[in-house]
């Protein structure tokens, strides 16, 4: 579709001023999620202007300032953490996307909004992916992209150790082990899951596991054997986390207990055992005598066995 298809029918209906409207960080545990309402002129189309996330940072910015210099007019409005928290994320894109229509210089009387309908007293249209198929949403979406993604660059000065000047807030992997290294921050969103789960990280248990087996979780085996002692075995529940702690290069992965069946005797676990489910190759572990020689009899009824579903954090 003609980026600039909405813009021509609106402007043909007999409207003048159109403002388009976006939103950025919507997805990110941390700093504010920040709209953008621009108003341009009519037929202005500046080549090259796209959803801001299909562009390279330094594209971004020369299409920004072509945008606003030649913009009718132009408000970008920032939403703090703490009322994400409060309002939900859904109700603090609107507010940021509305106070941003209601304070442009130049007032429109027609709004086209990316996915999002607003309490306004002007017509409006709700455009889903409007930043890539509104040429004007498309162009509050790079603006509003810019100036968060400077406003987290100066965040990460203050709050080093998170990578915010490269995720800009987003829950990268880096990013969300970091709030178990270091902590969760003032500008961490408390009730997004990543988040949350640090807080609770009093209820992380700690293991450390050989290559292989940590090589077979990082690449998505969903079941783990785990012998533990029978103190350690009863204080793992469902819904507790495990920080697992590869023996030779100290990566970690992080992981939720989704189930828990504990096993007590090599005969029970052997009957019950899926290869390729717990997490070994067909070859590996091909008969029950090589199997009883890998987990060893004696070993497992001194410390039990439990079988833990998990998934990946």
Same mark, same amino acid.
């Given at each position: 579709? &003609?980026?600039?298809?909405?813009?021509?029918?609106?402007?043909?209906?007999g409207y003048?001023?159109?403002?388009?409207?976006?939103?950025?960080?919507?997805?990110?545990?941390?700093?504010p999620?920040?709209?953008? #309402? %621009?108003?341009?002129?009519?037929?202005?189309i500046?080549?090259?202007?796209? =959803?801001?996330?299909l562009?390279?940072?330094?594209? *971004?910015? $020369?299409?920004?300032d072509?945008? @606003?210099?030649k913009?009718?007019?132009?408000?970008?409005?920032?939403?703090?953490?703490e009322?994400?928290?409060?309002?939900?994320?859904l109700?603090?894109? +609107?507010?940021?996307?509305?106070?941003?229509?209601?304070?442009?210089? %130049?007032?429109? =009387?027609?709004?086209?909004?990316?996915a999002?309908?607003?309490?306004?007293?002007?017509?409006?249209?709700?455009?889903?992916?409007?930043?890539?198929r509104?040429?004007t949403?498309?162009?509050?979406?790079i @603006?509003?992209?810019?100036i968060? =993604?400077?406003?987290?660059?100066?965040l990460?000065?203050?709050?080093?150790g998170?990578?915010?000047?490269?995720?800009?807030?987003?829950?990268?992997?880096?990013?969300?082990?970091?709030?178990?290294i270091?902590?969760v921050?003032?500008i961490? /969103?408390?009730?997004?899951?990543?988040? /949350? $789960?640090?807080?609770?990280?009093d209820?992380?248990?700690h293991? /450390? $596991?050989?290559?292989s087996?940590?090589?077979k979780?990082?690449?998505?085996?969903?079941?783990v054997e785990? *012998?533990?002692?029978?103190?350690? *075995?009863? @204080?793992?529940?469902e819904?507790?986390? !495990?920080?697992?702690? &590869?023996i030779?290069?100290s990566?970690?992965? $992080?992981?939720?207990?989704?189930?828990?069946?504990?096993?007590?005797?090599?005969?029970?676990l052997?009957?019950?055992?899926?290869?390729? #489910?717990m997490?070994?190759?067909?070859?590996?572990i091909?008969?029950?005598?090589?199997?009883?020689?890998?987990?060893?009899k004696?070993?497992?009824?001194?410390?039990?066995?439990l079988?833990?579903? !998990?998934? +990946?954090?």
């Open positions: 579709m &003609n980026s600039y298809e909405f813009e021509t029918k609106i402007y043909e209906e003048k001023y159109i403002a388009g409207c976006d939103e950025v960080g919507r997805g990110c545990i941390a700093g999620v920040v709209a953008c #309402a %621009v108003i341009m002129p009519k037929d202005c500046i080549k090259g202007v796209t =959803d801001s996330k562009l390279t940072d330094k594209k *971004r910015r $020369l299409l920004k072509e945008i @606003i210099s913009a009718l007019a132009y408000e970008v409005t920032f939403i703090s953490h009322e994400i928290d409060k309002i939900n994320i109700e603090a894109s +609107r507010k940021a996307m509305t106070e941003s229509v209601n304070n442009l210089k %130049v007032k429109p =009387d027609y709004v086209i909004a990316d999002m309908n607003l309490p306004i007293d002007i017509p409006t249209m709700s455009i889903i992916k409007g930043d890539l509104s040429h949403i498309a162009c509050a979406s @603006i509003a992209k810019v968060r =993604d400077d406003y987290m660059v100066e990460s000065k203050k709050y080093p998170y990578d915010l000047e490269k995720n800009k807030g987003y829950p990268t992997p880096f990013h969300k082990q970091a709030l178990f270091h902590g921050t003032e961490h /969103r408390k009730t997004y899951e990543p988040v /949350r $789960l640090a807080l609770e990280k209820q992380v248990h293991m /450390r $596991l050989w290559p087996p940590f090589k979780i990082k690449s998505g085996t969903k079941t785990l *012998r533990l002692n029978d103190e350690k *075995r009863k @204080i793992i529940v819904n507790d986390l !495990i920080e697992f702690e &590869n030779e290069t990566e970690k992965l $992080l992981v939720k207990v989704k189930k828990i069946k504990p096993y007590s005797n090599f005969n029970e052997y009957l019950d055992y899926d290869k390729i #489910a997490g070994y190759d067909e070859d590996e091909p008969n029950p005598s090589d199997m009883e020689t890998y987990y060893s004696k070993d497992i009824k001194k410390y039990g066995c079988a833990i579903e !998990i998934n +990946r954090i």
